[in-house]
């Protein structure tokens, strides 16, 4: 992760805990990916799908509590424990979801504070 990744993410876990308001958080997002362009693209598309979910809602298509739900769920991240070697259609749940980080050795970091 680089330092803006990390700088997005507790931004937009500042503004679910509603410690920040949607206002300020697509003002900080606009000034902040106007220098992005030597970021990878996961950073990129982080901050650009945020702006994107914050206008949709200043346009009124969706309300805050579904902004914080979306965005909540866009600035995640998550560890698979297991990947499928093959799938197949209608195989059912192949992964499963761990609070635990296999590859740190340690829990993984649920939200920032």
Known sequence: ???LDTAIRKQ?????AGQVEAAD????LETE??????????????????SR?????????WSEGDLRE???????NYWL??????TWTGSGDLTRHSDHSAG????????FA
């Open 1 to 3: 992760m680089t330092e």
């Open 12 to 16: 937009i876990a500042a503004f679910v």
């Open 25 to 28: 958080l697509a003002g900080w």
């Open 33 to 50: 990916m106007w220098t992005a362009d030597d970021e990878p693209v996961s950073v990129r598309d982080l901050g650009n799908e945020a």
């Open 53 to 61: 979910l914050l206008a949709e809602t200043a346009n009124g298509d």
């Open 70 to 76: 979306r965005l909540g769920a866009l600035s995640r």
């Open 81 to 86: 424990e297991v990947t499928p070697r093959r």
């Open 104 to 111: 740190a050795g340690r829990p993984r970091v649920v939200a």
